[in-house]
T-cell receptor
Framework: ETGVTQTPRHLVMGMTNKKSLKCEQH?????MYWYKQSAKKPLELMFV???????ENNSVPSRFSPECPNSSHLFLHLHTLQPEDSALYLC??????????????FGPGTRLTVL | QKEVEQNSGPLSVPEGAIASLNCTYS??????FFWYRQYSGKSPELIMS????GDKEDGRFTAQLNKASQYVSLLIRDSQPSDSATYLC??????????FGTGTRLQVFP
């Protein structure tokens, strides 16, 4: 595997279900991100992890729970979601360093539908 | 609020023409600038990064940065129908976050 991978690619869940999204980066990067992209809306940053430490929680509802066990893996645990949470969920990683050159590379995304 | 602004388009250009995509940003201390291409239903793909004033060329793509005017642009020469996509401008200011614009939809017609 190369780059940033995400599983599953598509997910349909009911409002009472619990599911998890997985992201893995094979680029040796130290920062990982979760974004939400809804139809006809810009990218919304949800969470940032830098060296496994969460550095940003962009006022995301508690029904979204991130987990970063190491610099290569990132999870987004989902529970009691609402239909308006249906969107494309994107994971990204970046090398981040003292230069501040934050080139982010995205995974293919998980298309989530909440019924 | 730090912002990145783009014209939503669509920008329609004929095949073979030059497409010019523009982006302005509000944070004067911004240091890194990126252009992403996003096809419908796909994830954003990094196509250009630029860090200093002037032009940077990569194949048919040229990124232009003017920090005094807080302006960054992307030129696509010899536009092809396969270039039809949404182009996202993103800006970074010594943090671990990128600020994305809303994107410009480009349509290249044969």
């Amino acid at each position: 595997e190369t780059g940033v991978t995400q599983t599953p690619r598509h997910l349909v869940m009911g409002m009472t279900n619990k599911k998890s999204l997985k992201c893995e980066q094979h680029l040796g990067h130290n920062a990982m991100y979760w974004y939400k992209q809804s139809a006809k809306k810009p990218l919304e940053l949800m969470f940032v992890y830098n060296f496994k430490e969460q550095t940003e929680n962009n006022s995301v509802p508690s029904r979204f729970s991130p987990e970063c066990p190491n610099s290569s893996h990132l999870f987004l645990h989902l529970h009691t979601l609402q239909p308006e949470d249906s969107a494309l969920y994107l994971c990204a990683s970046s090398p981040l360093g003292s230069s501040g050159r934050n080139e982010q590379f995205f995974g293919p995304g998980t298309r989530l539908t909440v019924l | 609020q730090k912002e990145v602004e783009q014209n939503s388009g669509p920008l329609s250009v004929p095949e073979g023409a030059i497409a010019s995509l523009n982006c302005t940003y509000s944070d004067r201390v911004s240091q890194s600038f990126f252009w992403y291409r996003q096809y419908s239903g796909k994830s954003p793909e990094l196509i250009m990064s630029i860090y200093s004033n002037g032009d940077k060329e990569d194949g048919r793509f040229t990124a232009q940065l003017n920090k005094a005017s807080q302006y960054v642009s992307l030129l696509i020469r010899d536009s092809q129908p396969s270039d039809s996509a949404t182009y996202l401008c993103a800006v970074n200011s010594y943090t671990d976050k990128l600020i994305f614009g809303t994107g410009t939809r480009l349509q290249v017609f044969p």
